[in-house]
């Protein structure tokens, strides 16, 4: 966790051309991060405005916390997740994959609640995340041209159709994670046709 926050501190933010990405899902037991678990992290690397496949990663988690009603939207079962990674081991893969990288989520108040109270038991600490949410840009775009927002319009897969991306039929961290990433970079190219989309008007500090 030392060496996450002293390359936080260090990030120099310019372009998503020119500033390393880090595209995070969790799958969760439920919502309420003082009741439910992470039980899948999913996550992949832009490097150059490129996803970098070959870092892709999806770990379970272990939890003595039933799946319960998430199983039928992750397809995990409880014994597929009591053979998990402990939370620890996976905060720590997780931090050390995102050294000197913006986080990307969609929709990252709820993860970032749950990652930060995690940390919170792992590391004693709670630490900064410095972050690019695609749902939160994707509204902002709508608000500034005055588009109506309808309940389920943010959802990951619906704005994806609208950028004419494809829909990925398992749904799972990693999935999701590369989903993310996608969005992020197909929102920057329609933002800025000419150019690479500068980044600090839109990131977001928790």
């Not at 990288?101 to 609640?113: K, N, P, T, Y």
């Not at 959802?155 to 609208?162: C, F, N």
């Not at 190219?189 to 600090?200: I, T």
């Amino acid at each position: 966790m030392r060496d996450y926050l002293e390359t936080c501190a260090a990030l120099d933010i310019g372009r998503i051309d020119n500033t390393p990405l880090i595209a995070v899902d969790l799958e969760l037991t439920g919502l309420d991060k003082n009741e439910d678990h992470i039980i899948a992290m999913g996550w992949t690397h832009i490097d150059r405005g490129r996803i970098q496949l070959g870092s892709n990663q999806h770990l379970l988690i272990s939890s003595a916390q039933s799946v319960g009603s998430s199983a039928a939207i992750h397809e995990l079962m409880d014994s597929e997740v009591a053979q998990g990674q402990a939370i620890e081991d996976g905060l720590e893969a997780l931090f050390r994959a995102a050294w000197g990288r913006v986080w990307v989520f969609h929709h990252a108040g709820l993860d970032v609640s749950f990652l930060k109270k995690a940390c919170a038991n792992w590391a004693r600490v709670v630490p900064g995340f410095i972050v690019l949410d695609t749902m939160r840009i994707e509204y902002q775009q709508r608000k500034r041209r005055e588009v109506p927002v309808k309940h389920g319009d943010l959802q990951l897969g619906r704005i994806r159709s609208l950028y004419g991306l494809p829909r990925y039929t398992a749904h799972n961290a990693l999935n999701d994670a590369l989903a993310t990433a996608e969005l992020m970079l197909a929102i920057a190219a329609s933002m800025e046709s000419e150019a690479s989309l500068a980044l600090s008007p839109h990131l977001k500090f928790f």
